[in-house]
């Protein structure tokens, strides 16, 4: 009698499990098999081979306009030399590429900014303006209006953010400013008579340059100023005056007023007979 003994390894199986399974570009994927093998050998499918350990993980990167898969396979060998091959897919979407610009990245309150929309391959699009409230708007051309009612200039950062038909996004984000606004107020009597001496009180926006136009052909850069008005004429003369104030950021506002200038009395008389006897 003979007896021989026969050693049957264990069928080795190294499952591929991924996580996740479908996802947008740029994707990092988690792969996961079972521990103990010799040798791991992944072939990720785009063209990359490597020999890891039984955790590892892959970054995919689908330029295209369309969803990809990627078959995944694995070759195992454990301490006994058996062998298992093991495949998966993963589905790679594209991503949309977000894009905008802004006609200028500053403004004076209330600024009126226009955004064009340079996305490509979105569906919808969102646009969070930094002021608390945000839009969804596709059109090529959104405008949103931002109010500064503090004196010092604010900074709001407008963000969009697209989505494709895979449910893939991307964003871009662009800071503006708003500055604060000015305000043209003065007083002073409005009329008189030639010649008129008109003293101006300037009640505008502090710290911010002055251009007073009078209406008669004189100008001044005084915050304060006086200036006489002439009528040489018969007849009332209206004067009306400008005052424009610009901040140091160049926003600009002016007010108005009308000075009426009555011309000067003519004092005459006559005397009839200028000559005679006295009584």
Partial sequence: TTTQFVTVFPDPDYTITATPLEACSPAQIYF???PGAQQYIWNFGNGVVQQGGWLI???YIN????SQQFNVQLIATNYFGCIDTSLTT?????KPIANFAVQSIDNCNPAVFNFINQ????LSARWYWGDGTYEDNTAPTVQHVFVNQTPTVQTYIVSLVVRNAFG????MAIPISVFPSVQSQFNAITSGCSPLVVQFQNQSTPNASYNWNFGDGNFSNLSNPIHTFVNTGTTPVQYEVRLTVISSFGCRDSSYATITVYPVPQASFSVNPSIGCAQ
Avoid: K, L, R
Wanted: hydrophobic share 15%.
């Fill in 119 to 122: 996305s490509q391959n979105a």
């Fill in 168 to 171: 893939c996004t991307d964003s």
């Fill in 57 to 59: 993980q892959h970054q």
């Fill in 90 to 94: 993963v589905q790679i979407n594209p």
């Fill in 63 to 66: 330029t295209g306009n369309n």
């Fill in 32 to 34: 996961e098999t079972q």
